[in-house]
Every structure is written in C-alpha cells, then in structure tokens.
C-alpha cells in the first residue's frame, strides 16, 4: 500500500520520492530487521543456557520479515521484544530503533514486494470467517496508528539531533537519549562533525514543530549518510537513516504545521470546477472487457460494465471443469468482487438485446443505458455450420452450463457402460467423439482419455475403463493447424500414445443421440462433444457494419467501428487485421485490445493525441496434450512435452483472477497429479435431462475469452 492517503495530492518531493523509493523503504526495513533478529536467534541457539524458545521465535520471524508474510504480526513481534524483552536482558544499543521501525511495518504492512501483497486480494475476497472484521481494524490501524507513528519518530529524532547539536536536555529527556538505550557513538561522530551541529539544531526544531518535515528529513538524511560513510559505520546509522527517508516519503502527519499551513493555504481557494463526466459503457466482462474498465481509472470517467453473467469466466480450464478435474468456483469470480477497487465502476447484470447508436443508448430489456463511448467485448458463441440442431446432441464448451453438462454426459456414459446389457452397448457408450482438433478439441481428448486410463481404473467391477476409445476428428490435414507442423506432429504422437485416435481429413456429416457419421462411415458413440469452430456474437447485427464470414465486426486500425468513432470492438467480436491475416481470438489478444481501447478513449477525453494505432503482441501460443504432455510455439522458440507442461500450468495459474482460485487450482493440480484422481467427480442433474436452456442462447455468457492462449 501507498503511504500517502489516495485522496490527497502530496507535494512534489513527497511524490518523487514514493513514486522512485516506495519498494526499496519496505524492502530495506524488512530485510534489515530479519538480519538483526535472525542473527540474535542463531546466536541463542548455539550459546549454552539460552533460551531455546525465544531463539525459535525469533528465526521464524526474521524469515517471515525476508519475504514479507505475515508481517504486521512479525513486526509486532519485534517490536514487542525490542522494548520488553531486551532492554532488560541484553545491552544491545539501538534496540529503540528497531521498534521503531518494527512499527514502520505494523501501520503499513510488507510494501508492494512481499508474499501479503501478492495474497491481499484473495485473502480479503475469500469467504473466511471475520475477514471483514480484521479488514477493518487494519484500515483503522492504518488512519489512526500512523499518525501517532509520525509523531513519535520526528519527537524522538528531534531529541536525538538536539543532543548531536550540543544542546544539554532535561534529566527526564536526557535519559531517553542516555547511554543505556543509544550506543553514545552514534552521538558523538554526530557532534563531532562541527560543521553540521547548526543543521542537527535547525532538524530537531523542524520536527518538533513538524514544519518543513520533508525537505529538512531529506538533508538530514544525505547528511547521516555522509557521517555514516566517511568510518562511523554503525547499525544505528542506518536505522536512522531508514526513519528520515520514511519521513521524506509520509511527511509530517497531521499534527502538524505543514498540515495547518496546508489547510490554511486551500480554505479560501476556490474550488477548482469539476470536469464533465464521460459515460463509457463496456458489455462483457471476460478478458477484454476486464482489461478496459481497470485501464479507465481517471478523474471524470465514468464506467458501465454490463454481463448476462455476475461472474469472470477463465474459459481456457473450462475443459478440467468437463472432464473433473475442477469445479466450477474455481475457474470463476464475481465481477462485482474484481471491481471493487474501482469506485468509478458501475457493475450491471443484464443481457443486452441492441444498441441504439442514434441516441447512443444500450438496451437491456426496456432499459436504456446512455453512453458517450461505447465498448463491444461480446464474445463467440459455438458455430455448427448451419448445422444448429446438432447443438443439443453435441456441445461444446463456452459457460459453465456446458461444461458441467460436458461432465454430466460423460460420466453418465461410463455409468451407462456399467449397466449396459449387451458388448455392442458397452462399447458405444465407452466411445468418445471431439468433433475438432484445435487446441480445445485436443484438451479435451487427452482430458478424456486420462481420466479413462488413469482416473477410474478401479472404480468400476463390470467393465474396464480403460478400454473406452477417444477419437479426435479434424476434418484439415492435421491437427493444431495454427501450430508449427512439427509441434502437431509431437501432439499427434502423443495423442495416440495416450489411448486417442486421431481421424484427419475426415468431415462429420450427421450427428445423432447414437453416434455420428464421418464421411459415410458410422460410429456409435455415447458422447459427442463440439469444438470445431465459433461465431461470434451479435454485435455486428446491433451496429449494422461489416463483418466477416464468422460475424466478427470488421473494425478500423484503432479498434473503433466504421462510421461509428465512438464505438468499439474487441476480443472474439471483432476480426482485427494484424499484417496478412487476423489477431486470434485468444485472451492476450483481448487484454491487450481492452487497454489500447481505454488509451485512446482517454486521449480522446483529455484532447491528447491518440495513440498509434492497435498492434497485437503476439505471446506465443500454448496447448496441452495431457500429463507431462504439452507444446507452446513463442515463434523462434518451441517448446514440447514435460519442460512445456509445467509452463503452460504456471502461465494458467497467472492468468487466473483472484488469489484463492490460484491456490485451489494449484492445490487441485498437485493432488490429481500425485494420486491420479479427479477430485469432483459429481453427476449432477437428472440422468436424462436435456442440454441446457442456456446453451441454444445466441448471446454468449463472456465475452473476449474465446480462449486464453487457445482459439
């Protein structure tokens, strides 16, 4: 977290110096506490007759501090044995110090390089008891300690320089400063430096009265650091030298004269006019969409973000969802919960039936939602090839409902093998079909036939589940045609290493509840699964422009629509030309179309020039094929199998919002991966329940997610 308050403009040293020294301050506090206290620890441990107990503590304290987890409590720790603990038992100089800066880090936490930062969000989003609560007292700690914290270290410093300065304290006064507490060198290479006696004076009135706090804590910092440079080079120095860039970065506080002379310099001031608010309107919350509503974070920007769903959907998992590996809640996130640091976000759940680009509303429903910029992050549904009817005999995986669905069917045919009454039965309802062999298509296939080979094998007393046959249909010349030959051809292999028969050149020409026919041959399957192709959503038809074959609406070289400057398409809705061919409609693509829309939206608000126009960075592309089995193309690199495996799982993990669905989904991982089971192996539904509802609907449930790293 920033030390200044968000809603207040510090002056311009302050904001240098937080904007260039933030990170190092917490890290430079942290790691030289945990190197005092780890040292004190290890020296305990080995003397004869110490106490064990507080050496433990104090080990596992200083680690914690390293890397920044837990550290409120750490540092409270700290700061607690600091002053109860070894000013009575150990003369060790400076140990004031150290509770001060122990302090440091209970009112402000770890800073942005730790463990606590990484994990913040996921904790306070997380559905633990008393989060709320303890979210609370910390936010208070924050307001009311610091204030205190400021006080008592400019106090304690003005004593300090006022005693280098020669100046003789009260006895009262003199014995916070005394030999007992302050290693007396520390003060005299302070006083001997002649020259600088005047500067500790004018310092210690400074912050006494906390006028000029900031300018003045910075001199005196250059000026310690000197001492400490030119032979004085005692720990004590640097602790000093930590609490005066901590003041150049916080500043005086509230109690303050730099504070009353503030306030008294903005009183009469006229309140500066505040600027029109624009409306901007984002429809889909998937990749795109997200990337868009957190770039739009200015003053008079106001944003409407609309989804049919009131979740974030991470589709590129969807198939571990269908094949179950995972549930459902764990590839998942509120919406409201992703914008809830950003109180310029309107979060609206509603399906969106047009845009009236005359009077430039929204429609959902009956209701109108005006805008002045207008973002299309609609996503793709699946595309049957006119072939519509087949949508309930084979889905495909774009919600949710799918996938759970997906995973209905498919352990529902082994259940139906199980009590099948003749071997023609059992062998259809242990065939399963993947009409396409793109990156999806192959997921599923290895997904299906480890959870076959692998999953199930003793689950099961009247058949084999081992022997159910996967088939991998593409009707191109090979699969993965948007990798390198050479990566589809190790797939390929590993494909059928892994139990999958993979079926190129051959088209599918009719699909039925008992199998399908693929170029007049017929194959009786229990499950047919789609994922041969997408068609993007309506968009295109609300804005009445141009669009490609798959409906994708054609848009210009800054991603607004032609004919309409202050509307535009991004992700799987919009067919944006990069070079010879189109951007993929994979979630790099859309994340990074959502923050070029926000910038030139932006631009356009604050009369800035625009920005040059959209430019895809392609990241590579990423697919796997089952355990230990992957391929990733970065272009000159190519990666295959074990060494690709492992990246393509910490890239889907980075991916993920929210930091308890990484962990879960970490944590799912390793136990499929040590005990060869899938852990939500649920039937869910009647056994002869239908597709769902949902799946027939032309609007897709998220958009701009048409894969992440996968079309």
């Known amino acids: 977290m920033r030390i200044w308050p968000q809603n207040h403009v510090p002056d311009w040293l302050g904001r240098v110096v937080m904007q260039t020294g933030e990170n190092f301050l917490f890290v430079a506090i942290r790691l030289w506490l945990a190197v005092i206290f780890l040292t004190h620890g290890l020296n305990g441990l080995l003397q004869p007759g110490g106490d064990d107990g507080r050496a433990v503590v104090e080990i596992v304290t200083a680690i914690l501090l390293a890397v920044g987890l837990g550290t409120r409590v750490s540092a409270l720790i700290i700061a607690y044995l600091s002053i109860f603990v070894y000013v009575r038992i150990f003369d060790v100089s400076g140990h004031l110090f150290c509770a001060l800066l122990a302090m440091v880090l209970v009112t402000h936490g770890a800073g942005p390089l730790s463990v606590d930062a990484s994990i913040a969000k996921g904790v306070r989003m997380a559905p633990l008891p008393m989060v709320r609560t303890f979210s609370w007292l910390i936010d208070m700690l924050d307001r009311w300690m610091e204030a205190a914290l400021r006080c008592l270290l400019r106090l304690w ?17 003199a014995a916070l400063v005394g030999d007992e507490i302050v290693n007396p060198v520390v003060m005299q290479t302070l006083a001997e430096n002649a020259p600088f006696q005047a500067v500790w004076l004018v310092g210690a009135a400074s912050f006494i009265l906390g006028f000029a706090v900031r300018p003045v804590a910075l001199i005196l910092l250059v000026l310690v650091i000197r001492v400490w440079a030119v032979g004085a080079g005692l720990p004590e120095h640097l602790m000093m030298g930590l609490i005066l860039f901590y003041l150049v970065a916080a500043g005086a506080g509230p109690v303050s004269l730099d504070r009353a002379m503030t306030r008294w310099r903005t009183q009469d001031r006229p309140a500066a006019p505040r600027p029109s608010t624009s409306r901007i309107v984002i429809v889909g919350g998937g990749f795109g969409g997200l990337a868009a509503a957190r770039a739009l974070r200015s003053p008079g920007v106001s944003v409407t973000l609309i989804d049919r769903r009131n979740y974030h959907l991470f589709q590129p998992l969807l198939y571990q969802v269908a094949t179950a590996m995972l549930s ?12 809830r640091d950003r109180p310029n976000v309107d979060v609206r759940y509603g399906e969106v039936s047009s845009v009236d680009t005359e009077n430039r509303n929204v429609m959902i429903g009956t209701d109108a939602v005006p805008y002045d910029y207008l973002v299309l992050a609609t996503g793709a549904r699946h595309d049957y090839f006119g072939n519509d009817g087949w949508d309930r005999l084979a889905p495909g995986l774009k919600k949710i409902e799918d996938a759970t669905d997906v995973r209905r069917r498919i352990l529902l045919s082994f259940e139906r093998a199980e009590n099948a009454r003749s071997d023609e039965e059992r062998r259809r309802h242990l065939t399963f079909v993947i009409v396409g062999a793109g990156p999806t298509g192959v997921e599923l296939a290895g997904a299906i036939a480890e959870l076959a080979h692998r999953g199930m094998e003793r689950d099961f007393r009247r058949i084999d589940p081992s022997e159910a046959q996967v088939i991998l249909v ?74 490609d074959r798959a409906g994708r609406a054609i848009v210009g070289p800054d991603l607004s629509v032609p004919g309409h400057p202050d509307v535009f398409v991004i992700g799987d809705t919009a067919a944006i030309r990069a070079d010879d061919s189109f951007v993929p409609g994979l979630a790099p693509a859309a994340k990074q179309a959502g923050s070029y829309v926000a910038r030139v939206i932006l631009s356009r608000i604050k009369n800035q020039p625009a920005p040059e126009p959209f430019v895809y960075n392609d ?57 060869f089971r899938q852990s939500t192996r649920l039937i869910t539904g009647p056994a002869d329940a239908p597709v769902a509802e949902a799946r027939r609907s032309p609007q897709p449930s998220h958009p701009g997610e048409a894969a992440a790293l996968n079309p």
């Not at 459902?328 to 992703?338: K, M, N, S, T």
Request: charged share 20%; glycine share 10%; proline share 4%.
């Open 157 to 173: 410093l003005a004593l300090l320089f006022a005693v280098a300065g020669g100046i003789d304290l009260p006895p009262v006064l």
């Open 619 to 675: 990241l590579g592309n990423l697919a796997t094929i089952g355990r230990d089995a992957a391929i990733a193309d970065f272009g000159r690199i190519r990666l295959a199998g074990r060494l690709a495996w492992w990246f393509w799982g910490v890239v889907h993990i980075l991916f993920l919002l929210g930091g308890r669905n990484r962990l879960v989904v970490l944590l799912s991982w390793a136990w499929s991966y040590l005990t």
């Open 328 to 339: 459902p809640a764990e590839i998942a996130v509120p919406i409201r919960a992703l914008m």
């Open 474 to 547: 593409q009707s191109g010349k090979r699969i993965l045609p948007a990798f390198p030959e050479d990566l589809a051809s190790f797939a390929s292999r590993r494909l059928e290493k892994a139990g999958v028969t993979v079926r190129t050149g051959s088209r599918v020409m009719e699909i039925d509840q008992t199998g399908v026919d693929i170029g007049g041959e017929r194959i009786a399957a229990g499950v047919v699964l789609w994922a041969a192709g997408v068609r993007a959503s309506r968009a295109a038809k609300w804005l009445n422009c141009s669009a």
